[in-house]
């Protein structure tokens, strides 16, 4: 087993039962931000958990490397190819419900199923294709401006947005100190892989069965988001979640897990 992988990315493997479930987190999150929903399903899946390069107990980011979402992708397959795991469940929040989709294209063979938990394979607004991503162009390039002229203040808006709650709240807290604590350089290339990738062509009759989960009230991925998806991709289905913010696993831990205990079975 090719330890060093496992190592680089800080691979951890919890529960034990027929199927795996590879969790993987979000931009500026780590694998802690599953802790919530981790209990609710070990006792029934073996759960495999890791860290994106440059996040949480992970290394080996690569500024050319993971430019693009490509790398994350590639990063995603070491892992599975280094635990010889095949037919996995692959549960990816956020900007990881692209990159696992991604990973398919790389080895289909070893994701069988997809979770996409408050994905956007695009954030920008496209009222040509009658496409609503929650962002115009010019916001998004603001927002990454914003990032180089005070990467702070930016960091304790998006806490703001993703957690839809006032500063003292505790998942915008804990946004914030994430935030925080993220290279600022790492963040800013993270960013602009994310926010500015268009990937609908990948989700356009994507095959894999695969659950969407939208949270009702997400500015980040709006329900128009899921609902486009839903319709492009050839085995998906789409709940919304009644939920504020983008970190469901956060705020109802136990829903999530229950949705994901009915998919897989």
């Known amino acids: 087993m090719p330890a060093s992988v496992l190592q680089r990315h800080h691979v951890q493997m919890v529960g034990d039962g027929p199927v795996t479930l590879v969790l993987a ?8 931000i599953w802790r919530r929903v981790v209990p609710e399903l070990a006792h029934r899946y073996r759960l495999v958990l890791f860290d994106h390069a440059g996040h949480g107990m992970a290394d080996a980011f690569d500024t050319e490397r993971h430019a693009t979402l490509d790398g994350y992708a590639e990063d995603v397959v070491a892992v599975l190819e280094a635990l010889d795991l095949w037919n996995v469940v692959y ?16 080895a289909p063979r070893r994701i069988e199923r ?7 394979p695009c954030y920008i607004n496209h009222p040509e294709d009658q496409y609503v991503g929650g962002f115009e162009r010019s916001t998004i390039d603001e927002m990454l401006t914003a990032m180089d002229l005070n ?8 806490a ?26 790492l963040a800013r290339h993270f960013a602009h892989a994310i926010f500015l990738s268009d990937l609908r062509d990948k989700v356009r009759g994507f095959a894999h069965p695969s659950l969407i989960i939208q949270c009702s009230d997400d500015p980040i991925a709006p329900v128009s988001v899921g609902r486009w998806m839903e319709q492009a ?4 289905r789409l709940h919304v979640m009644t939920v504020h913010g983008h ?8 829903q999530v897990a229950s949705l994901i205990r009915n998919f897989v079975q």
């Open 25 to 32: 987190h979000g931009f500026a999150c780590d694998q802690t």
């Open 233 to 236: 991709m050839y085995a998906a």
């Open 114 to 120: 997809m979770v996409m938990l408050a994905p956007s």
């Open 91 to 106: 549960v990816g929040h956020s900007v990881s419900g692209m990159i696992g989709l991604l990973a398919c294209a790389l």
């Open 247 to 254: 970190l469901p696993q956060l705020t109802n831990a136990p």
């Open 160 to 185: 703001q947005i993703a957690s839809l709650e006032e500063s003292a709240g505790p998942i915008n807290t804990e946004m914030r100190h994430r935030l925080f604590a993220l290279d600022p350089t």
């Open 151 to 158: 990467y702070e203040a930016w960091a304790v808006q998006l």
